[in-house]
């Protein structure tokens, strides 16, 4: 049984000068807020006594009102509950319905809307984004998070706060949050900064927002990975920057190839450590490059670093900002992967002379990011959870990755080629030529199997056809078989060329 959310007092004018009788008035407000689907079916409706009370006028309108509306059959009386929007209304009731044409329509192509918001196309759910559970891109295992530590320290933080923790704060964050991380940063990343730097925002995405507005004009070039990150794109696309693929193989974005095709470009999208999807590692020699091309040009460089606390095998790779001698690089990193996405925090690194620009331009957007989180994630790191986290989940997600690795192998033999398995929590397949990408994508979401299509994250025309596949949720144990139905989905698309 649903209540009107939380209890709220209904939004209903009532004007008594007006021609309209009261009764009129209440029947026509609830009217159009059932049509409009701004009430729901089962939801409760306020008492007689109680709307009568709010709307400060007497029962009598409310009570024929209501019997109006009951009688129509959008109000429903149920004995010793009170009275409900009646369950059995279609969910989506037509626009065409009396005076409910005068409410919100829904938005159609023709409505004027900015240029800007027309660079994209419009949202849509995207079926491998749907679920959690096997191959999930960028789902860390959750079940292995500390919340026993993590609600303490909510606790901590929420019983008695200062007012100036409920208050308005710096656009760049808490002090102690961008300490912790800059302290963080120095030791494992080698990046180099000061507090004074770091800009605590909300995930990556926003970070590439910020940079987008403090650096980009609409029509600047803008280098981009190809394949790349989608959701860099978007951003960039929606800056009306004019994109330019630069290709990227087993040493990272191909420089030369870059500067060919547009020496100018304003700016570079880069993820050195751990490319995305593919997962290559920039070699020194090409990052020596594109800081030499970045300083030459006056181009920026922003350095994607968001899951390289996960590399196996070998020592973390160390930043491409740790290198540049000429504040060039704007460093962006993320808690989505080492903590969990729906936290939404994540930080820029920002040159010295820009950090006020980008400071106003925050501002501008939404002030700053909440303090709650910042504060438990600030403790969360001081107090050595955060690394001990980092540390059991590497050993974690290294297991998970091997895993993976051999089922994919013992399933499929090297008909898929595996790239990039070396850091994240994800890894890259390519499918044998004949097959299409998307299509097992949606078929393998219907089979809640949560694999990505590679072909997408090309601007241009796609070289490869394949999945980006997420360890990070599947159990080890559940790896070999989560792997055979990912086969059986392929295998009803078409024939896999026999096992070598
Ligand atoms: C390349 C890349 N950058 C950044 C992120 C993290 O984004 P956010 O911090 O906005 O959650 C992801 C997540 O999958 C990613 O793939």
């Not at 790349?228 to 193989?249: E, K, M, N, S």
């Not at 002379?353 to 910042?374: G, K």
């Amino acid at each position: 049984m649903k209540r009107i959310s939380g209890g709220f007092s209904l939004v209903i004018a009532v004007d008594r000068r007006a021609k309209d009788p009261l009764h009129k008035q209440i029947y026509d407000a609830f009217r159009s807020m059932i049509v409009g689907r701004r009430l729901r079916a089962g939801e409760q409706i306020p008492s007689t006594r109680t709307l009568a009370s709010d709307l400060k006028v007497s029962r009598i309108p409310v009570l024929t009102a209501y019997s109006q509306l009951l009688a129509e059959g959008y109000f429903e009386a149920r004995a010793g509950a009170g009275t409900f929007v009646c369950s059995s209304l279609p969910d989506q009731v037509t626009w065409n319905t009396g005076s409910a044409t005068r409410s919100t329509p829904p938005l159609a192509g023709s409505r004027a809307v900015g240029r800007r918001a027309l660079l994209l196309p419009p949202y849509q759910r995207i079926p491998w984004l749907r679920g959690v559970g096997a191959f999930s891109v960028s789902q860390p295992a959750y079940d292995q998070f500390p919340f026993q530590i993590w609600s303490k320290l909510i606790l901590r933080h929420c019983r008695n706060p200062h007012a100036s923790q409920l208050h308005y704060g710096n656009p760049l964050g808490l002090e102690p949050l961008r300490e912790a991380i800059c302290t963080y940063l120095g030791t494992s990343r080698a990046v180099r900064c000061d507090p004074q730097q770091v800009m605590i925002v909300s995930g990556s995405q926003q970070a590439l927002e910020i940079s987008s507005r403090v650096l980009l004009d609409p029509g600047n070039a803008v280098w981009m990975e190809e394949p790349g990150y989608w959701l860099t794109r978007q951003v960039l696309t929606a800056a009306g920057c004019r994109l330019i693929p630069v290709p990227v193989d087993n040493e990272g974005l191909d420089v030369a190839v870059g500067i060919k095709a547009c020496r100018k470009a304003r700016a570079v999208y880069v993820a050195p450590s751990h490319q995305y999807p593919i997962g290559a590692t920039m070699s020194a020699s090409r990052r020596l490059q594109l800081l030499a091309w970045a300083e030459s040009s006056g181009s920026w460089i922003i350095e994607d670093d968001y899951d390289s606390e996960y590399r196996y095998g070998s020592m973390p790779i160390a930043s491409l900002q740790g290198l540049d001698s000429n504040s060039r690089v704007i460093y962006i990193g993320t808690f989505s992967k080492t903590l969990f996405p729906s936290l939404r925090i994540g930080y820029i690194v920002i040159p010295q002379d820009l950090v006020s620009r980008f400071a106003a331009v925050r501002h501008a957007m939404d002030i700053t990011s909440p303090y709650l989180y910042q504060a438990v994630l600030t403790d969360f790191m001081k107090e050595g959870h955060y690394a001990r986290h980092i540390r059991r989940m590497r050993l974690l997600y290294e297991k998970r990755r091997q895993a993976l690795v051999a089922a994919i192998r013992e399933e499929f033999g090297s008909a898929l080629e595996v790239l990039g398995s070396e850091a994240g929590m994800h890894l890259a397949v390519t499918l044998p030529k004949g097959f299409r990408d998307m299509e097992i994508t949606k078929h393998a979401a219907q089979e809640k199997l949560w694999i990505a299509p590679l072909s997408p994250a090309y601007l241009g025309k796609p070289v490869r056809q394949g999945f980006i596949l997420g360890f990070g949720s599947t159990p080890t144990s559940q790896m070999a078989h989560a792997v055979r139905r990912l086969k059986a989905v392929i295998l009803a698309h078409g024939k896999l060329p026999a096992k070598e």
